[in-house]
């Protein structure tokens, strides 16, 4: 089993809501990621989480939210968004250390802030 | 800070080879990415160096010079379905291990 699973694949939401994402993998992974991804450009790095600890926080704002409740589940809570954050929501995983430690990416959510 | 360069966009006709160039300027390397992504889909991984030399993998090969920082990937026998954004990306030894920084990517666009 080599899948990243995000649900949902579509969210539409209103700047006063609460919403959350999620993504889950089973391949025993201990690093998880939140990418963020606007048309045409590449993936930006938001979070980073390591043995269920977040490692990493590339300045995101705090209406974005990152909850890792167990090795194999990575949250991302939503509240207050603005439409400048309409865009694909990428989950990935990887291991943490080692020779094979490219990233696996779930399919996305994409997200549309209205 | 990190720069990862690549171009924008090559065109190739179905059955040639296309190389797509990469070179980065990073504080510190520790493996280097290629990935596909279709529109509107999630990046897929293709190939990953991290010493100097040729990785092949069918039509695919990937290769990294650490000591210039470039890397190319070539698409041998080139299909219709190999139309996508080409992404490099670069993992830095100073930063934590997790850390993957993206190029904006190469779209190929593959013609009949």
């Known amino acids: 089993d080599t899948e990243v699973t995000q649900t949902p694949k579509h969210l539409v939401m209103g700047m006063t809501n609460k919403k959350s994402l999620k993504c889950e993998q089973h391949?025993?992974?201990?690093?998880m990621y939140w990418y963020k991804q606007k048309a045409k450009k590449p993936p930006e790095l938001m979070f980073v989480y390591s043995y269920e600890k977040l490692s990493i926080n590339e300045s995101v704002p705090s209406r974005f939210s990152p909850e890792c409740p167990n090795s194999s589940l990575l949250n991302l809570h939503l509240h207050a968004l603005q439409p400048e954050d309409s865009a694909l929501y990428l989950c990935?995983?990887?291991?943490?250390?080692?020779?094979?430690?490219?990233?696996?990416f779930g399919q996305g959510t994409r997200l549309t802030v209205v | 800070g990190q720069n990862i360069d690549q171009p924008t966009e090559m065109t190739a006709t179905e059955g040639a080879i296309v190389q797509i160039n990469c070179t980065y300027q990073?504080?510190?390397?520790?493996?280097l990415f290629w990935y596909q992504q279709h529109a509107g889909e999630a990046p897929t991984f293709l190939s990953y160096n991290v010493l100097d030399g040729l990785e092949e993998k069918g039509r695919f090969s990937s290769f990294l010079s650490r000591s210039k920082g470039y890397s190319y990937l070539l698409l041998k026998e080139l299909q219709m379905k190999d139309s996508a954004s080409y992404l490099c990306?670069?993992?830095?030894?100073?930063?934590?291990?997790?850390?993957?920084?993206f190029g904006a990517g190469t779209q190929v666009v593959v013609t009949p």
């Open positions: 391949m025993g992974h201990r690093a």
């Open positions: 990073t504080s510190g390397f520790n493996g």
């Open positions: 990306a670069v993992r830095s030894d100073t930063d934590s291990w997790g850390k993957l920084q």
């Open positions: 990935a995983s990887s291991q943490w250390s080692g020779e094979s430690t490219e990233a696996f």
